[in-house]
């Protein structure tokens, strides 16, 4: 069973940068759209962006365009998520989720992982 662990988070500055990481075992990630949600303390998770299976295409949400970019290492079996530029309100927890579309429909996927913390703030 694909089993799912991001990290990569912290706490960073505004317009600072991270990287997170969904590692993937248990199975093949590029067999699975992959989408990056997050849950801001008091709101609903949204989604971030997301890739494709088999060399796909990529997404993003309108406030994310231009500043994130989402990306896959087969060879690492793990998909990143490069945030730039970063926000005060991107404070959230991050979670990346795999599943077989590519959408901001959180119940289109099957699997989860527990996600990571990303705190902006000076």
């Known amino acids: 069973q694909l089993q799912l662990v991001e990290s990569g988070g912290g706490l960073v500055q505004p317009g600072g940068s991270l990287r997170l990481s969904c590692a993937a075992s248990?199975?093949?990630?590029?067999?699975?759209?992959i989408g990056w949600f997050r849950r801001a303390p008091g709101k609903d998770r949204e989604g971030v962006s997301c890739?494709?299976?088999?060399?796909?295409?990529?997404n993003y949400a309108d406030s994310q365009k231009g500043r994130f970019t989402i990306s896959r290492d087969n060879a690492k079996n793990t998909v990143y998520l490069q945030m730039n530029s970063l926000k005060p309100e991107d404070t959230a927890v991050y979670y990346c989720?795999?599943?077989?579309?590519?959408?901001?429909?959180?119940?289109?996927?099957?699997?989860w992982g527990q996600g990571t913390q990303v705190t902006v703030s000076s």
């Open positions: 890739i494709r299976n088999s060399g796909g295409g990529t």
């Open positions: 248990g199975d093949t990630l590029d067999d699975y759209a």
């Open positions: 989720a795999a599943g077989q579309v590519c959408s901001y429909y959180f119940t289109n996927y099957d699997y």
